[in-house]
């Protein structure tokens, strides 16, 4: 039987094999669905991701310290409580008090204290390293948030501030269980998050949109704009809780940079430009005996034809570049996309979507939307980032489920591990 055969025939079984997506499952009130482990991401498959998709990498040499242990008896899957929106305060940091809300003047402390909780679910809130304006560490000076899924970055909070914050800006904004947006008219590919950030629109649990309302809101203290990446890394850096925080985050850092630079997908804390992964290191997130804590997010992208967005699912640059294939779209924030050839900082464009040099047809172009998954990895190692970028980043897969895989959701197929 000849190797090309012999791949042929694998395919053809992956493809007949009954898949996850046939399990009929309840629905919980919000209309989503509690998924089972095997369920709420793909699993990795030799057959059509490559023999060496569940392998750990081989050309590592960086390890953990040699008394690093953790807990591998722990069934990880479903235990981590549900959240609506995650929300990142930048403070130049990597090492906090141990809660970080005890920190005097600050905007942690303002959220807890503040009076006025979030009418969208549970607030998920931690500290960052994402610098301040400032490049101080004063916490009474305004400072930078980042609200998730909405990947949208919000400027100029301070403490006083934060009830206006959690009043126009959280409580309107898309949550983990807001089905990720699946139509609405525009004559240019729309900037996502900040449409469903604007106080003049309601966005619902079953994903709809109001009208306008009749009276405008008081103007506000915030600038907004989206985040430029396209992936999100959170690592939890914080060693006042857990020694091996602050030693595993810096290590996978470290290793993930080196397989995202030949991509042309790392991006350090000052680079902005579009697309890529933005690796943040955070606080304590629960469940330090599992170190290291991984939370992937993940954007989805929208196809727009002829002024309608649809659901375009991910993004296809994930399989390209996995699949060693760097002629990618680049998918824009706000306005049309251009199709470039090549990847990373050398790209050249080729032309936009919808003109005489782009797809030509129907007028279409990609745009970069909300956050559309959260993939929540514990007990992982620095041989495992090779794959967790080739396959989980950039596909959505999950490489070690059984072992690392403690929760997320997928708003488009409409899972969650709560």
């Known amino acids: 039987m000849t190797a090309t055969f012999s791949s042929a025939l694998k395919r053809g079984r992956a493809f007949l094999t009954p898949t996850n997506s046939s399990l ?29 998709c569940d392998h750990d990498c081989e050309s590592c040499s960086i390890r953990y310290p040699a008394k690093f242990k953790i807990d591998e008896d722990d069934k990880l899957y479903g235990h981590v409580n549900a959240w609506a929106t995650h929300m990142l305060v930048a403070t130049g940091k990597t090492d906090w008090v141990r ?67 959690i009043e126009h800006h959280i409580n309107l904004a898309p949550t983990s269980t807001t089905p990720f947006p699946s139509a609405v008219s525009v004559s240019e590919p729309p900037n996502i ?22 009276s405008s809101p008081p103007p506000s203290p915030f600038t907004t704009r989206p985040c430029p990446h396209k992936y999100l890394i959170l690592l939890c850096s914080q060693k006042t809780r857990d020694a091996r925080c602050g030693q595993s985050a810096p290590l996978l850092r470290r290793e993930l940079e080196r397989h995202l630079r030949p991509l042309g ?60 294939n760097s002629n990618v779209e680049a998918s824009g924030v706000n306005g049309p996309v251009d199709v470039v050839q090549g990847g990373g900082e050398n790209a ?63 708003r488009q197929r409409g899972l969650v591990s709560w």
């Not at 309840?26 to 490559?50: H, Q, S, T």
């Not at 979030?118 to 609200?147: F, Q, V, W, Y």
């Not at 939307?369 to 970028?389: F, H, S, T």
């Open 193 to 214: 998050s900040a449409l469903s950030l604007d106080p003049k629109f309601a966005m619902h649990n079953n994903g709809t949109t109001s009208h306008p309302t009749p």
């Open 24 to 52: 009929v499952l309840p629905r919980l009130d919000n209309g989503f669905v509690k998924a089972p482990e095997e369920a709420l991401f793909p699993k990795v498959d030799p057959a059509i991701d490559g023999e060496d």
């Open 265 to 324: 997908l790392y991006r350090d804390l000052h680079d902005e430009r579009p697309g890529g992964v933005g690796i943040y290191f955070i606080s304590h997130v629960g469940g330090h005996k599992y170190s290291a804590n991984m939370m992937i997010y993940r954007r989805g992208e929208v196809d727009v034809v002829d002024g309608q967005v649809k659901i375009n699912g991910d993004a296809s640059e994930g399989q390209d570049i996995a699949n060693g």
């Open 99 to 165: 809660d970080v809300s005890d920190e005097k003047g600050s905007v942690m402390e303002a959220v807890r204290d503040c009076g006025v909780e979030s009418r969208n679910g549970k607030l998920m809130l931690s500290a960052s390293n994402i610098p301040t304006p400032s490049h101080h560490h004063s916490p009474s000076d305004p400072t930078t948030i980042l609200l998730l899924p909405s990947f949208t970055i919000v400027e100029n909070v301070t403490p006083k501030t934060i009830p206006t914050l």
């Open 348 to 410: 050249s464009v080729l032309g936009r979507p919808g003109t005489s040099n782009g797809y030509g047809g129907e007028k279409k172009s990609t745009a970069i939307g909300e956050g559309n998954q959260c993939i929540w990895l514990a007990r992982v190692r620095p041989e495992d980032c090779e794959g967790i970028v080739k396959h989980t980043i950039l596909k959505g897969k999950v490489i070690k489920p059984d072992r690392q895989l403690r929760g997320g959701f997928d």
